[in-house]
């Protein structure tokens, strides 16, 4: 396989997309910004540092690519314009830069389920919003795979470690009731990713893998007691406690300037009810299916969560 280029290379995804495209075979390239933190990136050919809104940054790393994996984009923001400016207007640019130095090359725009919502089709946060706007200006060009993953975890993700630490000392934190989310573990959406490149039934097409199911937040709960080899205690919050959090969350970033992984949106999404999870026989790579079982992605997980301790 020939070279690939795969923005927010240094991010959790994305350093993992790179093992999974060295392993493949393919010369993996890396781009980022100039302040980004490149010390998990292992196994690019070469690692530019530049600006990201400017297309004509991207020339020596694009030029000979034969697939632009488009994974760099905030989950996090201060604001509204914030969000559009990196998820929006940054996948502008590496189209158009994909235009003018690998025409030939395939797009995959690795976007997010909340680009439509619990509904599938409505947005719900900003974070949701942007990312649906960056998908519009996807679909305006040509050889494209716009991928919706659901919730992604795996060694490597610090907004899901706060969980994984706390199952470690016997509590689960989660909304009350039924609800649930789809999961996929980061390794195996790395593989997914990686075998998209020359998937001719993804052309065009808006796909979402997981593990085929809603994962309730009992099972969740199960999953974190057999990682962490003891007694888990599953601490239900009322919806409306759940978002309060995660609006004083967002408070005291604002006020610290920062921009927190849990804030008043986040808190929303994760009481909504709705989500759904796709066959993986429809995430358009032929006999695909995630590789590794719940219970060992979440034990591999726990591990490296134990090791940041």
Known sequence: MSDVLITGATGFLGSHLVGAAAGAGCGPRAVCRHSSDTSRVRGCSRIDRIDMLDPGAYRCAMEGVSTVFHLAGATSAR??????????????????????????????????????????????????????????????????????????FGPGDDAMAPMFR???????LSPAGRGGVPLIYAKDLADY????????????????????????????????????????????VIPPLVVAAGWICGTAGRLTGRSP?????????????????????????????????????????????GQRL
């Open 261 to 305: 992984v849990f804030d008043f949106h986040k808190g929303r999404e994760m009481v909504a009810k709705g989500w759904t999870a796709c066959d993986p026989s429809r995430a358009g790579v032929p006999g695909w299916a995630p590789a590794t079982p719940p219970e060992k992605a979440f034990s591999e997980t726990m591990a490296w969560t």
């Open 193 to 236: 990713l990686v075998r998209l490149a020359d998937a001719p039934d993804a052309e065009g097409r808006t796909l979402e893998p997981s593990y085929g199911k809603v994962f309730g937040w009992s099972e969740i709960r199960d999953l974190l007691q057999t990682a962490s080899g003891r007694r888990v205690v599953r601490i239900p």
């Open 79 to 152: 604001s509204r314009e914030a969000f559009d400016r990196s998820n929006a207007a940054v996948t502008s640019a590496v189209l158009e830069a994909r235009r003018l130095f690998a025409p030939e090359a395939r797009f995959v725009f690795v976007s997010s389920q909340s680009a439509g919502g619990p509904s599938g089709s409505r947005p719900i946060t900003p974070y949701g919003r942007s990312k649906l706007l960056a998908e519009c200006i996807v679909r305006r060009s040509s050889n494209w795979v716009i991928v919706r993953p659901p919730a992604v």
């Open 166 to 172: 706390a199952a470690a000392k016997g509590v689960f």
